[in-house]
């Protein structure tokens, strides 16, 4: 069996991806890379070789894929472009030195039916990231996969919404009508992706999605009208949207920290993710996962109101 790789392996998306791996494969099949690799002990006890690398020390990467055949690469955790994308290339390019086969790469759900241009700003590093992909190989193969978005984001959808907090409406660019997304639970998506890979792993030669980009979704559009009534169901009380311009949106003042990166206000870029969202990019619902799973992908509705049962 080929070694299977994943870096970062103790985030979000990527703990989901190794738990599902491990019912998948032996742990002793996975090599798993991440800035922390004490987080990884008990994997490593199991038979999975842990090693340490960080996106923030590029230096880090070197030798970090060796000996890994199928390389799961999650992209670096930020919606600013340029440091995201050198990162990307750089790790893709000693994935490549190091003799990885096959490079997976997280992408995400914007750009429409996998289209190659997006307004929204979050999406211009993994555009470019799937494009260096495509120009780059030849040496390996790729898939880049675009992870639907999280139902459990919906909070930097929704201003922030904290559903065991709930205020009394929604303060966003957008007036909640039109297209919108098809939300899909996060582990879900963990656990399409880790039978996208082992897919890969058990026959390289017949693998359907060499070198293509594909698209993982959830089972429904839900307009953003729509997703906040069903956090106000979840919530257990009214709650309602109400549009305020860009230039409003920015000048909020919880927004300067929290769409802060490295010491720059982001606010204004990432307010184009609404503007995306109105252009019907996240609103594509692909029937992948659900086959991939075997079963309907879990409902938003559901998420949430598993999320609001847990303090």
């Known amino acids: 069996m080929p070694k299977i790789g994943v870096f970062p392996a103790a985030g979000g998306l990527g703990t989901s991806v190794v738990n599902h791996l491990t019912n998948l494969v032996p742990a002793s099949d996975l090599i798993l890379i991440a800035r922390k690799p004490e987080n990884l002990a008990e994997l490593a006890r199991a038979g999975a070789t842990v090693r340490r690398a960080d996106y923030e020390d590029p230096a880090t990467l070197e030798g970090a894929f060796d000996g890994v055949d199928v390389l799961m690469l999650i992209s670096y ?72 978005l999280y139902s459990e984001s919906f909070p930097i959808y929704t201003s922030w919404f904290d559903i065991h907090h709930p205020a009394d409406e929604i303060a966003i660019p957008h007036s909640g009508d039109g297209p919108g997304v098809a939300w899909v639970k996060r582990d879900e998506l963990g656990e399409g992706t880790a039978r996208l890979i082992v897919d890969y792993a058990k026959n390289p030669a017949g693998y359907p999605y060499l070198n293509r980009v594909l698209l993982l979704s959830g089972p429904q559009e839900l307009s953003l009208r729509e997703t906040v009534d069903i956090l106000g169901q979840a919530a257990g009380k009214p709650l309602r949207i109400r549009e305020i311009s860009v230039d409003e949106y920015v000048a909020l003042p919880q927004h300067g920290t929290l769409h802060t990166y490295h010491g720059v206000d982001l606010a204004r870029e990432w307010a184009s993710a609404w503007e995306a969202i109105r252009q019907g990019e996240t609103a594509v619902v692909s029937p992948l996962l659900k086959e991939l799973l075997g079963r309907e992908p879990e409902s938003f509705a559901t998420t949430v109101r598993d999320l609001a049962a847990s303090k």
């Open 77 to 148: 955790a930020s919606f600013e472009i340029e440091f995201r994308v050198e990162v990307h290339k750089k790790a893709i390019d000693i994935a490549s030195r190091s003799g990885v086969k096959h490079i997976f790469y997280s992408s995400l759900a914007f750009a429409g039916d996998l289209e190659k241009t997006s307004v929204a700003h979050v999406m211009g590093a993994h555009l470019r990231t799937e494009q260096y992909l495509a120009e780059r190989s030849g040496g390996f193969t790729y898939t880049a996969i675009r992870e639907g």
